[in-house]
């Protein structure tokens, strides 16, 4: 069964760290493009960041250079470094997988989430 | 990287069909035929219901249809079901490896 399930949520206080997971199995995570996307609290869905099956990394602006996207193709797992986080990062975090048709006609396999609270 | 507008709400009754739309700029849902759309039910992960613009995974009801005008897409759901309560999201893919979703719409079925 294609799934992924993420971990590593939890709560932080403002400026601290937390490193997300996503644990695919059906799947080869290093040969998809794979994207992580938030949602806050009663709000929409927002997309944070994107790696390529070539490894190329790419961000939102709200997390761009506080936030790395990596993978562990041994482990066939997806990550999410969070450094200087911040009240308004606070929401469920969401792994997901790019088409396997094109890349980017959209996201076929989400995970039920984790959820991150930036909170003193 | 400005969300997309879609509206807040639309309802409909059973058996009736309804419209949601999406709309963007010329940078995101103007300039590729890549929006995607989504439903998700209270507490759970959003389930792809288009891709590609129009396109409806395996195991999707052909009650869901989208399309695509300038900078404007739309989602219709026909045949309204008590099940398709949910909210919609649509994404654009934005361009420089970016994508961009709208703010989300409820669907309630009356």
């Known amino acids: 069964e294609v799934q992924v399930v993420e971990s590593g949520g939890g709560l932080v206080q403002p400026g601290g760290s937390l490193r997300l997971s996503c644990a695919a199995s059906g799947f080869t995570v290093s040969s998809n493009f794979m994207s992580w996307v938030r949602q806050a609290p009663g709000r929409g869905l927002e997309w944070v960041s994107v790696?390529?099956?070539?490894?190329?990394?790419y961000y939102a602006d709200s997390v761009k250079g506080r936030f790395t996207i990596s993978r562990h193709n041994s482990e066939n797992t997806l990550y999410l470094q969070m450094n200087s986080l911040r009240a308004e990062d606070t929401a469920v975090y969401y792994c997901?997988?790019?088409?396997?048709?094109?890349?980017?006609?959209?996201?076929?396999?989400w995970g039920q989430g984790t959820t991150v609270t930036v909170s003193s | 990287q400005s969300a997309l507008t879609q509206p807040a709400s639309v309802s409909g009754s059973p058996g009736q069909s309804i419209a949601i739309s999406c709309t963007g700029t010329?940078?995101?849902?103007?300039?590729?035929?890549?929006v995607s759309w989504y439903q998700q039910h209270p507490g759970k992960a959003p389930r792809l219901m288009i891709y590609?613009?129009?396109k409806r995974p395996s195991g999707v009801s052909d009650r869901f249809s989208a399309s695509k005008s300038g900078n404007t897409a739309s989602l219709t759901i026909s045949g309204l079901q008590a099940e398709d309560e949910a909210d919609y999201y649509c994404?654009?893919?934005?361009?420089?490896?970016?994508?961009?979703f709208g703010g989300g719409t409820k669907l309630t079925v009356l």
């Open positions: 790696i390529h099956s070539g490894g190329s990394t």
């Open positions: 994404c654009s893919y934005a361009g420089s490896n970016t994508w961009v």
């Open positions: 997901a997988r790019h088409t396997t048709v094109s890349y980017y006609y959209g996201l076929d396999v």
């Open positions: 590609e613009g129009s």
């Open positions: 010329s940078s995101d849902v103007g300039s590729y035929n890549l």
